[in-house]
């Protein structure tokens, strides 16, 4: 499967985006786990969020929880990270991912990634 993210973008902190991951290839109703990553300047690559197949279990890295959302539309084949009151520190290339293993909650086991997309937070 294909992944192409979009999305981002200059936001003012405090401020909301929503980050979009268009599959092609193959649909991601395919169970895939989906999810995203970023990475900021000189640091690694660090886990953000995750959906499984149906949409059911939702995994999060702490420091996003009860600020982003992750969702999916399989009719679309689109996966979606909602951003919302974004702070300095969530300013990254944000990377979109899936896993063929169900259970892969903090996708550890990528087998395709999306190109990126850069998300800028001003104060």
């Known amino acids: 499967v294909q992944l192409q993210a979009s999305g981002g973008g200059l936001v003012q902190a405090g401020g909301s985006l929503r980050l979009s991951c268009a599959a092609s290839?193959?649909?991601?109703?395919?169970?895939?786990?989906m999810g995203w990553f970023r990475q900021a300047p000189g640091k690694e690559r660090q886990f953000v969020a995750a959906?499984?197949?149906?949409?059911?279990?939702?995994n999060y890295e702490e420091s996003v929880k009860g600020r982003f959302t992750i969702s999916r539309d399989d009719a679309k084949n689109t996966v979606y990270l909602q951003a919302s009151s974004l702070k300095s520190e969530d300013a990254a290339v944000y990377y979109c991912?899936?896993?063929?293993?169900?259970?892969?909650?903090?996708?550890?086991?990528?087998?395709?990634w999306g190109q990126g997309t850069l998300v800028t937070v001003s104060s």
């Open positions: 991912a899936a896993s063929r293993y169900q259970s892969d909650y903090h996708l550890r086991q990528v087998f395709s």
């Open positions: 290839g193959r649909t991601i109703s395919s169970r895939y786990v």
């Open positions: 959906i499984n197949w149906n949409g059911v279990v939702r």
